[in-house]
């Protein structure tokens, strides 16, 4: 295995420069099985496929931008690591900052509620008086205890 790995890389490393084009654009692209993957990346039947198409369309003078969008109209948006932005998209890019915004408010409102609840205002003399006489506090200070 690491004979092969070995090989792979070193094929990889001075293949012919159609061949490191084909990976560049092979790494903007997700393998739909693996899915966490780029098709550049993946050993599976489909992203081989997919890598000898993006090769037949570079030999056929397609560009980059070309093949991608032929890609993402096969597939659907999930094949693009870094879908374009566009309705169907927005919450991909700014649903994760949305959700920390919402967190940070909600974070924020309940440790200032927390705060307001521990607060305790200080009595008026009239409160304190009141308490004093409930506690007996001025007895025990007329008994001298």
Known sequence: MALSLTLSYAHGAHGSPEDRRVIEIAAELRCLV???????ASRAELAVDLRRQIR????????EAEILAYME?????????????????LLLWFGPAALLAGGLAVLALTLRRRKSRHERPALTPQERQAADALLGVEAEKGSGT
């Open 73 to 89: 109209a096969r597939y659907g948006d999930f094949i693009l690591y870094r879908p374009r932005l566009k309705a169907a998209t």
């Open 56 to 63: 037949q369309q570079l030999d056929a003078g397609k560009s």
């Open 34 to 40: 693996c899915q966490n993957e780029s098709i550049a």
